[in-house]
C-alpha cells in the first residue's frame, strides 16, 4: 500500500520526479564516469606494460625511470647467477615529419627504443610484416602507429630526433600485446649505434631489461642483483614499474573522486529541497492520510520509498549517461595530453555509483520525510502552508564556526608537505563544512543579497523586478537552499579558478624578474610531463654563431620521483655564465658566491624544499643516480619560480656524475641587441624548425603564455566536472521557481485579471530566476574564493612561492553564465505562469 | 438609454450603453461531455448603471461575468465593452481591454501580500508602464475616497477584510474603467463590513458616475443595485428593480419552483 502510494506520487509529479531524478542521474553519471577515467587510466598503464614487456622479468633502471645506467653495469647483470638474457635499450622520443611539418601532437610520437641488433626480444612483440633486421637506417614500428599513419615495410619515414630530422626505412611492422593503443602515441625499435648517435646518448643505458633462467626465483636473482647494483639503480618487475605510475596519478584520482562527490553531495542537496517543497505542497494530502488513521512512520515511509524508487530510477539511468560521460572525459583528458587507451569501464563503478546515488536521494529525503511525519492532522488540512520560521541567531552562530573549521580544513591540507589519510579527510571534510556553514548562514544573508541584487531591477522596471524580489524573498529558507546549491559548484570553479590565477599570477610575476635572456629553445609541450627529447651540444654551437645572438648556454632538467628531492626536479646549469641569462635570488647570499660554489661541486636547494627538509647552507644532502649516490654540500636556497628556481641545480660535471644524461632540455639565448631582437628570432626560428624540429623557441611572453595555458588545461577537467554540478543545482533553480509559480497562483492570476500581459508576467519569473542564480553565483564567488585564499595561504605556508591572485576570467565567466543559466532556467516555469488559467487562479481560495 | 454623454461625445462614445451582449452562447466541452453554460443571452448595461446579477448554482452568472471580463472566450453571439466588440479578441487585446476598459473586485480581495495599500491601488497604472510619481497622487485619491487614506502605507494582512475589500474597489478605479465587474465582493464579510462595501459601491455610481456589474447570490446586497436581473439555465429569466430585498427574495424564490 506505501508503495503505490508512492508510485502514483511520483507518477502524479512527473515533472518534479523528473527533476529530481535529473539531478540523481547527472550526479551518479559523473561518479560513474571519473570511476571508469580512472580505471582506463590504470588500465591503459597495465596493458601498456604487459604488453611491451612480454618476455621481461626485470627492468633495471635509475631510481623509477630517471637518467642512465652505466654501461659496465650490463656485464655484471650477465654474470648474475639466473640471469638467462638481457636486453639494453638507448631510449627517446622522435616525432613523425609528416611534407616537413613536424607532428606536434601525441599521435605523432614514437616511443623509441635503440636495441643491439642480435640481442634477444624480451618485449612481447611479435613480427607481422616485413624482415626482422634493424641495419643502418632501418626502423620497425608497431601496427597500429603504423596503420594510421599508412606506413608499411620498405617505406621510407622521417622523424626529428633530439640531434635533428633523420630518414628511416621500415624494416618490419610488430604487433604488441592484444594491439596496443597508448594516447595515439606510437612505439618503434632502432639500431642501438644509431640511437647513440640520433638520441645524443654517447654512453649508458636507459633501462636494461632481463629474462630469467627457467627456474629461477625472482626475488632471489632481485636480491642479487641489488648486491651489485650501484645505488640509485633498481631492479624492479614491470608490475611495479606499472604500480609505481599508478600511485603518481592516485593524487589525480583523489580530486577527480573528491569533485565527483561534491557533485553527488549537490544532488543530495536538491532532493533534500525538492522534497521539502513536495512536503508543503501535500501539506493537506498528508494531513488527510493522517487523519484518516495513517501513522506517523508510514507518512514517513511513504516519503522515504518515494525518494528509494526515484533514487533506482536515475541512479540506473545515471548508468546509461555516464557511459557516454565517461567517453565525454576519457577524450577529454587525452586532449590535455595525458596517456589513455580504449575505455575500459571500472565494474566496481556499477555498484558503487548506484550505491552512493540512491543513498544521496534517501538520505536527502530524510529530513523532509521526518518533517512530513510531525504534521499534525488538523492543521495539515485545515492551514495553509507557512514557511518555516527562522532561528536566526543559531543558524548564524553555528554557521560561522562551521566555516571558521571548513576554512581551517583546507588550510591545514593546503600547507601540509606530505599527504596521510587525515590530513586528506582535514581537507575533504574542511570543504563540506565550509558548504554546510554556508547553507546554515544562507537565508539570513541570501535575502539581503537579493534585495540588492534586485536593485537595478526595480529601478528598470515597473513591477517586474519589485515582483521578483518580493517573491524570493517571501521564502528564505527555500530561496537560499536553492542559491546555495548553486553556490557550492561555483564556489568550486572559483576556488580552482583562484588556485590557477594564483599559480599563473605569482610564477607570471617572478619571470618578469627572473628571466634576462630573450629567448629559450626547449621541447615542444615542455613541463606536461612524461619523458621529454634533448637537445645536444652542437646545438648551443650553432646557436652561437647566429649572428645577432650574444650568448646561449644549455640547461637540463628531470624530473626526480624518489630521494631527498622527490616531487621537485634537477637542474643543470652552467655556473660560469649562468647569471647572464637569469636573475637567480639566493636567501641571504650573493648569486656570483653561489655560482663559485657550484662550480666547485656544490648544489642550491630550493626555498620550499629546504623548508621542508630543514635543510640550510653547508648541509650535506644525498643525491641517488644511476651513476651512484653523491653526498653534495649545499651553497645556498634559492627563491623564485622559474622552472630552474624551483629546481635542485648544479654544474654540468655534477650532473654527468649523478645522472649521466648528455642531452639538453633548454638552450637560453641572449640576443646582441636586446631592444630588437626580431631578426635573430627569425633566424633562431629557422634553424629549430629546420634541424631540431622536436624544439620550439620561445619569447618570454610566449613562455607565460604556455605555463598558463598548461595550468588551464589540466584545470579543464575539473571545470567540466564542476559544470555538472552547477547543471545539478540549476534543475533545483527550476524546481524552486515552479514551486514559486505553484504557490503564487492566485498573485500571478490577479495580475493577469487586471492587465499584466503574459510577457510581463515571464519576465517577473526571468528576473527571480536571475535574482536566484546571481544570489548563487555572488555567494559562490564569495566562498570559492575565501577557499581559494585559505588554499593558496597554505600551499605558501608549505614553503611554495605563491600569492594570491583573484580569478579574474572565472569570475567574468561565473558572471555570464550565471546569467544564461538564470534564463534558461527560468524557461519552464515563466511558460507555466504565463499559461495560467486566469479564472481558476483567481475564483478560488 | 441613457442621455448622458461624456464631455468629448462624439469621439470616443458611439453608444451610450457600457455593455452590450446580444445571443451569447458559451459551451463548454471536456472530451465526450459538453455542457451548455450560456444559451442566448441578450442585455444591456446603461452608462452609470448600477446592475446586480443574481441565479442559482450553473445559472451561467459567473460565466457571462468572466466573458464580459475578457477573461473568457465565447462560441456566439457579440458583446461590446464601451463599443467596443469582444469578438476575436487575442489574448494581447484582451489583456489590453481587461488593464484599460475593466476593474475587477474579487470574493477574495486578491491583494498582492508584499504591497502597501497604496501600491495595490497603483498596481494596474504600475502594469500599464506609468511612473510610479504620477500615480501616487491618483493612487491617494482614491484611497481617500474609500476612506482609507491613513491606511496607505499599510500591507494587507495589516488590514481588516472590509479595509482590504475597499482597497480592492480602490485598485480597480484607478484606471477610470467603462466598467467595474464585482464578483460576490461581500461574499467574504459579515453583513455590517458587507453593507458598508455596499455603500461605497453605490457612490461610486452615484458620484463618480462608474457603470457596476455585480454577481451575488445575497439578496440584500443585490438590492443595493438599480436592477437586479435573474440568470437560470444560462437564460434571462427576468428582471425586478433594485431596492427592496423582499421582492428580490420572492422572484427568486417563484424561480426556484419555476418549471
Known sequence: MIRSLAWRSVRARKGRAFLNAAGIVLGVALFFSVLSLSKTIVSTFDELFSSVYGDTDLIISGNEGVGTVEESVLDKVRSTKGVEETQSVVFAIMSLVKDDEVGGSQADQVFTNGVAPDSPELSGAEIVAGEDTLDGNQVQLDEGWANSNGLKPGDKAKFATPTGVHEFTVSAIFKIGKGLDFGGSGFGVINQDLARELFDSPTGFTEIDVALAPGADLETVRSELEKILPEGVEAKTPNDVADDINAQIQGFNIILYFFAAMSLFVGGFLILNSFNMTVAQRLREIGMLRTLGASRKIVRRMILVEALLLGIIGSLLGIVVGLLLTQLMVSLVASIGFPVGAVSYAPEAFIIAPILGVSATVFGALRPAIRASRIPPIQAVLTEHRAEPLKLKRRLTVGTVLVALGLAGVFTLASATSFPTPILLAGAFGVVFLFSGVIMIGPVIVPWLVRGESWPLRKTTQIEGRMAADNARANPIRTASTASGLMIGIALVAAIGSLGSSFIGSISDDLDKELKNDFTVQPKGFGQGGPTPTISAAAIGQIKDLPGAKDATGTRFLFLTSGYGKNYSAWSLDPSNYAEFANSEFVDADADEVFAKLAEGQVTVPEALAEGKKTKVGDTITLEGPRGSKKLTVAGIQTGSSFAAQSITMSDETWMSVYGIDGFTQILVLADDPDNPGPLEDQLRALVAAEYPTFEVLSNEEIKQQIQDQINQVFAIFYVIMLVAIIVSLLGVINTLLMNVFERTREIGVLRAIGSSRWQVRRIIIAESLLLTLAGAILGLLVGMALGYAFVKGIAASGQEVAFHPPIPAIVLVAILSVIFGVIAALLPARRAAKMNVIEAVSYE | ?259
Request: hydrophobic share 40%; aromatic share 4%; no cysteine.
Open chain 2, 1 to 259: 438609454m441613457s442621455t448622458q454623454l461624456s464631455a468629448d461625445g462624439v469621439n470616443t462614445v458611439t453608444s451610450a450603453s457600457a455593455v452590450q451582449v446580444h445571443g451569447l452562447r458559451k459551451t463548454y466541452s471536456s472530451g465526450s461531455t459538453s455542457v451548455e453554460a450560456l444559451k442566448g443571452i441578450d442585455l444591456t448595461i446603461d452608462r452609470g448603471e448600477f446592475v446586480a446579477v443574481m441565479g442559482p448554482s450553473g445559472s451561467g452568472k459567473s460565466t457571462l461575468m468572466h466573458i464580459l471580463g475578457a477573461l473568457e472566450s465565447f462560441d456566439d453571439g457579440d458583446v461590446e465593452i464601451g463599443g467596443l466588440s469582444l469578438s476575436g479578441l487575442d489574448d494581447k487585446a484582451a489583456t489590453v481591454l481587461r488593464r484599460d476598459s475593466i476593474g475587477f473586485i474579487f470574493q477574495f480581495f486578491n491583494l498582492l501580500p508584499t504591497m502597501t495599500a497604496e501600491e495595490n491601488v497603483m498596481l494596474p497604472s504600475l502594469i500599464a508602464g506609468e511612473r510610479a510619481g504620477v500615480l501616487k497622487e491618483r493612487a491617494d485619491e482614491l484611497l481617500e475616497l474609500v476612506g482609507l487614506t491613513d491606511r496607505a502605507e499599510h500591507l494587507p494582512s495589516q488590514l481588516s477584510g472590509g479595509e482590504q475589500q475597499r482597497v480592492s474597489v480602490a485598485r480597480s478605479l484607478m484606471r477610470d474603467p467603462e466598467l467595474l465587474l464585482a464578483d460576490e465582493p461581500t461574499g467574504n464579510l459579515d453583513t455590517r463590513t458587507g453593507s458598508a462595501v455596499l455603500d461605497m459601491l453605490r457612490d461610486v455610481q452615484t458620484k463618480a458616475g462608474h457603470t457596476i456589474m455585480m454577481v451575488t447570490h445575497d439578496a440584500v446586497a443585490a438590492s443595493r443595485a438599480s436592477r437586479v436581473v435573474f440568470l437560470r439555465d444560462g437564460l434571462i429569466a427576468g428582471e425586478v428593480p433594485g431596492g427592496d430585498p423582499n421582492r428580490i427574495i420572492e422572484f427568486f424564490a417563484e424561480l426556484e419552483t419555476r418549471n
